[in-house]
């Protein structure tokens, strides 16, 4: 399983810009490292994150080998409707991961 | 042409003045308690910025697995921590602000990861936690975190030999550089190191996630950082020597706010 912790709020005005926070727990491993016997330690890394908001796609990143671990992204959003934000990211190694959260929009 | 040897003399006094506290043999000046500092205030702004806010912060993402980790049953007892002590936020506020901790039993002070394996093996009969471990670090964290905002303690009389060793150790010379931790820590703190400010070294953050680690460590896996930075060869996990480091720590940081899990660059 992993972890993350999702800023997002949970009550917005219609047309306010929001700002949504996510900082994910993985060790973004490089694949460039190698262990003390020489072994090539084998990248393991969240290549792909994705926001939708009921459904709409409102952000998509690609990751790379260079990020630190744990990521945090940070980004925003017009808060237009009440809803569901749906966070996904995927990684190396069959790594698929989702957490969503409620917003409320008066 | 006349005037410039004596300015050069000038000059030179100047140097060898501004060297000295340097090349003085140090007589334990240590830092007045109202000038101490966390590192904290040394920080960049951003770096502040994302220890102030705890979603921010990815020493929460270890304080959110100790919370996991503190009701799951475990050992052959079958038995979580949250049995016994119940609600971490009661039972645990304020606890790893007076850690390390004089323990009648083994006679000398235990540190709060100690206490934590202490609790493992002979309560919950489960194996003890190998330092560093993500568990250990977990429950360290989990419960550092019930005491943020809480002052340092450290009044127990028994733990006094202790801080003299540690005292002992944190002004004695040692590595390749030979060099002693106070000489930084008391006697230049707040001037650059390689372009980065020296911190008084204060132990109110720990476990800290540190942003050059991107991991969180323990505040021993930060001495044996220093030590092998002045070359000195470190001490293994759990030796005395860090133990009364540590103890030496928390007093000479008593009344200072626990801020864990502290974020350091």
Redesign the interface.
């Known amino acids: 399983m992993t972890?993350a912790?999702?800023?997002v709020p949970t009550k917005a005005k219609r047309g306010e810009i929001i700002g949504l926070?996510v900082?994910i727990?993985h060790k973004?491993e490089t694949g460039f490292r190698y262990t003390t016997t020489g072994e090539r330690i084998e990248r393991d890394i969240i290549h792909t994150f994705i926001a939708t908001y009921n459904g709409d796609e409102i952000f998509r990143a690609n990751l790379h080998p260079a990020m630190?671990?744990?990521p945090?992204l940070?980004f925003h959003a017009v808060a237009t409707e009440s809803g569901v934000i749906d966070f996904q990211w995927h990684g190396d190694n069959g790594l698929a991961a989702r957490q969503t959260a409620k917003i409320t929009v008066e | 042409m006349t005037r410039r040897p004596s300015r050069f003399r000038i000059l030179l006094l100047a140097i060898v003045l501004s060297a000295a506290p340097f090349s003085s043999p140090f007589e334990a000046a240590e830092i007045p308690l109202a000038e101490r500092r966390s590192s904290y205030d040394m920080m960049s702004a951003e770096t502040r910025a994302m220890q102030d806010?705890?979603?921010?912060n990815?020493g929460?993402?270890w304080v959110?697995?100790g919370r996991e980790l503190w009701s799951r049953k475990v050992g052959a007892a079958r038995r979580a921590c949250a049995d016994c002590h119940g609600d971490a936020a009661e039972s645990m506020k304020g606890v790893a602000a007076r850690y390390p901790a004089f323990d009648e039993s083994l006679g000398r002070p235990i540190n709060l990861e100690g206490r934590i394996n202490l609790c493992r093996t002979e309560r919950q009969q489960a194996p003890a936690l190998a330092p560093e471990s993500r568990e250990g670090l977990a429950l360290a964290t989990f419960i550092g975190t019930q005491s943020r905002g809480m002052p340092i303690k450290s009044d127990d009389h028994r733990l006094t030999p202790f801080i003299e060793k540690g005292r002992a150790l944190f002004s004695q010379r040692q590595g390749q550089l030979n060099l002693a931790c106070s000489q930084c820590h008391d006697d230049n703190w707040g001037r650059l190191l390689a372009g980065i400010p020296m911190p008084q070294g204060h132990p109110n953050g720990y476990p800290i996630y540190r942003?050059e680690w991107?991991?969180l460590g323990s505040l021993q896996r930060r001495l044996r950082n220093c030590m092998i930075g002045v070359r000195a060869e470190p001490y293994l996990y759990g030796a005395p020597e860090y133990l009364a480091l540590e103890t030496f720590l928390m007093w000479r940081a008593r009344g200072m706010l626990i801020e864990t899990p502290g974020v350091r660059p």
């Not at chain 2, 806010?53 to 921010?56: G, H, I, Y």
């Open positions: 972890r912790l999702i800023n926070k900082l727990s973004m630190s671990a744990n945090f940070a | 806010e705890d979603t921010s990815p929460m993402l959110l697995e942003l991107q991991t």
